[in-house]
């Protein structure tokens, strides 16, 4: 199978890309850098460094001719979102179109997106499940979402099958500490530092923190079943910040004492998604525990494997 990947330089997408050239996929890679690596990069992909909203775009997917474009680029930051909002939009929201325009003059079959649980805002009950109300709180949230409702109009007007992924908390090996579910990796380096971990607030907030080879291989049952669904990827189990200092001193034989300091605005106190639709429509399942993951992810960091 032919595969684009936007973003596949970053993060959740250089695990993606060596996942599909593992399954033996000719995989090809939109990226402009500018939060993803080079050395995140398995050798193998064809590697474009493109904006998203360039208008070059279209030659790229002319030439690849890919069957199926998992959309990964974003601008995915929701504090930078509030600072420049049209940055955001630009993004987010015009870079998604120029790839969904792009996609269509390409004849790709299927494009599959990452959302984020960004787009439900405050949760009104727990677990969210896809039926919550869509109710952002940051710009982030809002383009994310924008992005989402582009794709199932481009189902409905060309018939290319979209499948939109919420994801929650996305931890593991290669993320950046700036990121959304930063927390993780933010931790990890400063136990690794011998540094003293800060917690905004009391600790006792909850996050749902998801394996990223659990995103991958739910990415990969997408390019599959579940065409036009927005599906949850979570583990459907909250996790406090200060259980997972806890795990995470477990795991790494570090003690560290944290200082508190005050909550941030608009932080939201619990988060969880159910994963069940996602379980029944793509036959997926979250497969790590999380004192796995945290494992794999701080033996990552602490011998420096990329
Ligand atoms: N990490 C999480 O917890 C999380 C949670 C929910 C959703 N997501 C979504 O998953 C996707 C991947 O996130 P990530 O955590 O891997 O972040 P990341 O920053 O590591 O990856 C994003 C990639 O997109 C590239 N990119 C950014 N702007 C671009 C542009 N204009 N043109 C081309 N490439 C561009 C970056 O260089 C980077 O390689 C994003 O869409 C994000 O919104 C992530």
């Known amino acids: 199978m032919r595969i684009l ?29 500018s939060s993803g690596s080079r050395d995140n990069l398995p050798p193998g992909a064809a590697f474009y460094e493109t904006d998203l909203t360039d208008p070059s775009l279209t030659e790229i997917l002319l030439r690849e001719k890919p069957e199926a474009v998992v959309h990964l680029a974003a601008q995915p930051a929701a504090p930078r979102s509030l600072a420049d909002p049209c940055f955001d939009a630009t993004v987010n929201i015009t870079g998604t179109v120029n790839l969904l325009e792009s996609a269509r003059r390409a004849g790709v079959r299927r494009v599959v997106y990452t959302s984020s649980a960004a787009v439900y ?22 383009s994310k979402y924008a992005a989402e409702v582009y794709l199932a109009t481009y189902q409905r007007l060309y018939g290319i099958e979209g499948v939109t992924l919420r994801l929650a908390n996305v931890y593991g090996p290669r993320q950046d500490d700036a990121g959304e579910g930063g927390v993780v990796a933010v931790f ?7 540094e003293t971990p800060e917690i905004f607030g009391d600790g006792e907030q909850t996050r749902d923190f998801v394996y990223v ?15 036009g ?18 795990l995470l001193q477990q795991v790494s034989g570090r003690k560290a004492q944290a200082v508190y300091r005050p909550a941030r605005p608009g932080d939201i106190r619990h988060s969880i998604l159910s994963p069940q639709r ?29």
């Open 5 to 33: 990947v936007s973003g596949g330089a970053g993060f959740i997408g250089s695990h993606v890309v060596a996942s599909l050239l593992e399954a033996g996929g000719r995989v090809s890679v939109v990226d402009d850098l």
């Open 121 to 142: 805002g405050d949760p009104l009950y727990l677990p969210v499940d896809e039926a919550h109300p869509v109710q952002p709180l940051s710009p982030y949230g809002a």
């Open 188 to 194: 990890c380096r400063q136990l690794l530092a011998g």
């Open 213 to 227: 080879a659990d995103v991958v291989s739910a990415v990969l049952a997408a390019l599959r079943a579940g065409a």
């Open 229 to 246: 669904e927005v599906l949850n990827i979570a583990t459907g189990e909250g996790t406090s910040v200060n259980e997972l200092l806890r």
């Open 278 to 306: 996602a379980k029944a429509v793509l036959s997926w399942a979250p497969g790590y525990r999380l004192a796995d993951g945290l494992r794999e992810t701080y033996a990552a960091l602490e011998s420096g494997r990329r």
